[in-house]
C-alpha cells in the first residue's frame, strides 16, 4: 500500500514537518549519541543537502526550553524510547541556533552586515530575558539587537548572549552553528579571505573556546578548515568528518532506511536503479544514499512509474569546483579526471585540515576537497607513515553526470576558441597523414569517457567537423542500405561529399583492421548511393578507428 504522506522537499524545520505530518526518516538518535559522546563542541562535516541544517533544527527542537511544550514531536521517535536517561534534556536548554548559509555577499562589508542582522535576530529571539538581566547587561542587549553597537562587539556577541542566558535561566547555553564555513568558502572565491576568517575566529573563540556556561556546542559544514586557525586552542573539539565512524548514519539515508522508503511508496522495483544513481557514498564504514536525490526521485515516482532517473543533487549548487578542475587542471590533473570519469579509482593522502586558501586544482589537496564534498567517495584506507591514505572512486551515476558535463562544456568551448581550419582542410582535401595527426593532437588535449565508446567518438569528431561556412554536417543520416556515422556535404555547389564511418579498436594493434571494417562498411551498405543521386561529384570514404587516446584513418575515394 502506498504511502501518501507529503514528501517535505526543502524543508530544513523539523518541528513544520512533524506538523504537516510530512514524512520523516528518523535521526533523532544522533540526540542519545550527543549526549553518551560527552564532547564540549561537536563539528561534523559532510556534503551539501545531505540533512546537515534538518538535524539541527532537530537537535534545537529537543533540547531548547521553550514557551511551548516541543516533546509532543518526538513521541514515537527513537529517542522517545530510548529512556528517561535521554528524554530528561527534552526542553530544558536555553538554545543558540544560527546559520551561516546565507552569508554569501560579494565584499566583506555586506558579509558583515549580514552577520550582524543574524545575531540581531537571534538576540530578538531571546529578548524576553531582558528584564531578568542587570541594568548594564540589559543596555548591552538591547544595543547588539538593535545593531547600534560598535562593530567589534558582535565578534564576542554569542558569548555575551550565552551570559545573559545563563543569569535568566541559571542553566547552561546549547550553541548551534549551521554552515559555519559558507563565508569562509565566498570569501575565498571573491577575495577577502582574510577579513573572514578573522570574524569566525573571534566569533568561535569568544563562545566556543572561553565560555564557562558552554553545556556543548555543534557546528556544521563541508569542511573541517582548521588550518586557519578558527579553532586556535580549542582542546575540547571532535571532528567527524566522512571518514569517521562515529554518527556515521546520522546524515543520509541508509540501505535499510531506503530500502523502508520504497516500501512505504510501493516503488520497490525502484531500488536497484536508486542505487546505481543516488547511492555510493561511505561514511566511516556506513553505504549512504543521498537524501536529497532519493526524496526528489521518490516524488516523481509515486506519481509515474515510469519516471526516468536523473540528476537533482548537482542542480543545488554550481559545482565551480568541477568547473575549475576540468578547465584549469594541467595535464596530469586532466588524465586523473579521466581515469575517475572511466570507472578507475584514484589514491591520493587525506589532509582533513584542508583550507579554501590551499585548495590548488593541481594539487594532492583538490582530492580530499572532492572527498568532503561528496564528489568522490574513499573505498579503501591505509596509513603510511604520519598520513591517511585513500582510495578514491566517483560514488554514483548521479555524480558522474557532473564530471562529464563539465567536462562537455570545457570541450565545446575549447571548440569554439581554438581554429580548427587545418583540421577540416585536410579532410576536405583527401591529405590522411595531415587529418589523422591533427584528430590525434585534438584526442591527447581531450579528456575522454567512454560510457558508450563509439557514441563518444562519434560526438567527439562531430564536434570538430560542425560549424565550418558552407558545409553541413549530417549524423547518421539514413542514406543507401544504412546510416553512415557522419555525412559532411558541401551546400550550394553539391562538389564534395565526405562519408565518415567510425569503429572502436579494443588493442592499437588493431586500429589497421578496424579502418578495413568501416571502409568495407561503407561499400557493402551503399552509403555514396544518395549522394551519387543528388549529384555530388566527388565523394571521400573516411574509415576512422579509435583506441583510447590513438586514432588511424584511411581514404577512399568515388
Known sequence: ????????????????????????????????????????????????????????????????????????????????????????????????????????????SDSFL????????????????????????RSDYQEIMSRKTDDSHYLYAIRTLSDCLYAAYQKKVIILIDEYDVPLETSHFRGFYDEMVDLIRSVFESALKTNPYLEFGVLTGCLRVSKESIFTGLNNLNVYTVIN?????????????????????????KLLE???????????????????????YVQSARSNETCPSQSYWSNTSSNDIIHELVVNGNEETHNQIE?????????????????????????????????????????????????????????????????????????????????RDDLFTAMISGDVDEFETLLSDWLDETISYYDSKENYYHGFLSELLVGFKGYDVKSNRESGDGRPDLLVLERKRHKLAVILEIKVAERFRNLDAKCDEALQQIEENRYEAELKYDCFQKILKYGVAFCDKACRVKLEVE
Not at 556515521?248 to 516500501?263: A, Y
Request: charged letters at 25%.
Open 1 to 108: 500500500m502506498k504511502n501518501y504522506k507529503p514528501i517535505p522537499i526543502g524543508v530544513e524545520d523539523f518541528k513544520v514537518i512533524i506538523d504537516r505530518g510530512s514524512y520523516y526518516v528518523d535521526k533523532t538518535d544522533m540526540i542519545r549519541e550527543l549526549l553518551d559522546n560527552g564532547a564540549t563542541v561537536n563539528l561534523f562535516t559532510r556534503p551539501r543537502r545531505f540533512g546537515k541544517t534538518l538535524n539541527m533544527s532537530m537537535l534545537q527542537r529537543f533540547f531548547e526550553k521553550t514557551d511551548e511544550d516541543n516533546a509532543y514531536l518526538f513521541d514515537g521517535l527513537n529517542i522517545s524510547q530510548a529512556g528517561e536517561k535521554y528524554m530528561q534534556h527534552q526542553g530544558q536548554y536555553p538554545v543558540i541556533s544560527l546559520s551561516l548559509k546565507s552569508m554569501k555577499q560579494g565584499d566583506f
Open 114 to 137: 549580514l552577520f550582524k542582522k543574524i545575531i540581531s535576530d537571534e538576540f530578538k529571539k531571546h529578548q524576553k530575558i531582558l528584564p531578568f538581566l542587570s541594568e548594564e547587561d
Open 245 to 269: 565512524n562515529d554518527f556515521s548514519n546520522h546524515f543520509g539515508f541508509t540501505q535499510q532506511e531506503v530500502e523502508k522508503i520504497v516500501d512505504d511508496f510501493g516503488i520497490q522495483a
Open 274 to 296: 536508486m542505487k546505481q544513481w543516488y547511492d555510493g557514498y561511505l561514511f566511516g564504514q556506513t553505504e549512504i544514499y543521498n537524501p536529497w536525490s532519493i526524496l526528489k
Open 339 to 419: 581515469a575517475l570519469v572511466n570507472g578507475e579509482s584514484l589514491t591520493k593522502p587525506i589532509y582533513e585540515d584542508i583550507t579554501y586558501r590551499n585548495i590548488n586544482i593541481n594539487t594532492d589537496y583538490i582530492w580530499s576537497f572532492l572527498l568532503f564534498t561528496g564528489y568522490l567517495k574513499a573505498i579503501s584506507m591505509h596509513l603510511e607513515g604520519d598520513l591517511i591514505y585513500a582510495e578514491m572512486v566517483i560514488p554514483n551515476r548521479e555524480v558522474g553526470t557532473v564530471y562529464k558535463w563539465m567536462i562537455m562544456q570545457w570541450f565545446d568551448e575549447k571548440v569554439r576558441t581554438t581554429s
